[in-house]
């Protein structure tokens, strides 16, 4: 009932920046809280950063001070501000939302189809 739509990703430099976007759409009553995953290649999927519906992020360690997630409820958008890119930052990032949706309204998960981000000199 929920689509999420990456944009942003690309090839950057270390050190260089890159904006992600997350734009949501579909049927849904609300969406709670929405984040960003990262799946580096042969590796699992894990956390970047979440943000509440209320507007209070959570960062995984490795990116703090780094990478900065905002919400416009407006559009429905989800961005991550990302600064001082790593190589090691080089992986397919994912957004994700909690949402519910009817029939059921049933707090669902959704996920996008991610976007590619290459840090690389």
């Known amino acids: 009932q929920v689509q999420l739509v990456e944009s942003g990703g690309g090839l950057v430099q270390p050190g260089g920046s890159l904006r992600l976007s997350c734009a949501a759409s579909?049927?849904?009553?609300?969406?709670?809280?929405v984040g960003w995953y990262r799946q580096p290649p042969g590796k699992q999927r894990d956390l970047v950063a979440r943000?509440?519906?209320?507007?209070?992020?959570n960062y995984a360690d490795s990116v703090k001070g780094r990478f900065t997630i905002a919400r416009e409820h407006a559009n429905n958008t989800v961005y991550l501000q990302m600064t001082s890119l790593k190589p090691e930052d080089t992986a397919v990032y994912y957004c994700?939302?909690?949402?519910?949706?009817?029939?059921?309204?049933?707090?669902?998960?959704?996920w996008g189809r991610g976007t590619q981000v290459t840090v690389s000199s």
């Open positions: 943000i509440t519906s209320g507007g209070s992020p």
């Open positions: 579909g049927t849904f009553f609300s969406i709670n809280t």
């Open positions: 994700n939302a909690a949402a519910r949706s009817p029939p059921s309204y049933i707090l669902t998960e959704y």
